[in-house]
């Protein structure tokens, strides 16, 4: 989508708009305070062209929801990293939501798997997926994570293919 910014310079008597480009936009939306009064404004940017400039708004706690969920598909990792470390985002994404994020990207799944308590899951596809995840470092993420539950805990302790992902979980549970 096409957003057109500008700036309008008005002294009463003359007035003068200038196109803004989208450095000055990022700048902008940046230096926004993350208050509910901007949640009009964060959702227009969160469908902005400039990947940059949805980055800078992906980590504002007062986001609309439509622009929490638009974010949470944006295709730039970047806007995936800046909204996962929002607590009010992650209690806003779906389980489909969180299960593709976990799935687009380990760096991602590891970043859920470290925050899976800011989630608000009604099944366990994402725990499931976590656990079983090929990368070691977000199954370790996972279990170094104690607000896990402590049977998933238990079974990671019990049978992960790797020592240190096992020792993190018993770790953990002590």
Do not use: W
């Amino acid at each position: 989508m096409t957003i057109k910014a500008q700036l309008t310079l008005d002294d009463g008597e003359q007035s003068v708009s200038i196109l803004l480009d989208s450095k000055v936009v990022v700048a902008l939306a940046e230096a926004l305070s993350d208050h509910q009064d901007n949640a009009q404004t964060f959702d227009l940017l969160s469908r902005h062209g400039d990947c940059l400039v949805r980055e800078a708004i992906a980590d504002k706690s007062n986001l609309p929801v439509a622009a929490v969920h638009r974010l949470a598909a944006d295709s730039a990792m970047s806007v995936a990293r800046a909204l996962l470390t929002i607590n009010e985002a992650c209690a806003r994404l779906s389980n489909d939501e969180v299960l593709a994020l976990c799935r687009r990207d380990p760096e991602l799944a590891g970043m859920v798997a470290c925050r899976y308590e800011d989630f608000v899951l009604d099944d366990d596809a994402v725990i499931d997926f976590l656990e079983k995840h090929p990368d070691t470092k977000v199954r370790e993420s996972l279990a170094d994570n104690p607000f896990v539950p402590k049977p998933v805990l238990r079974r990671i302790a019990q049978g992960d293919p790797d020592p240190r992902v096992r020792e993190s979980a018993r770790q953990v549970m002590l």
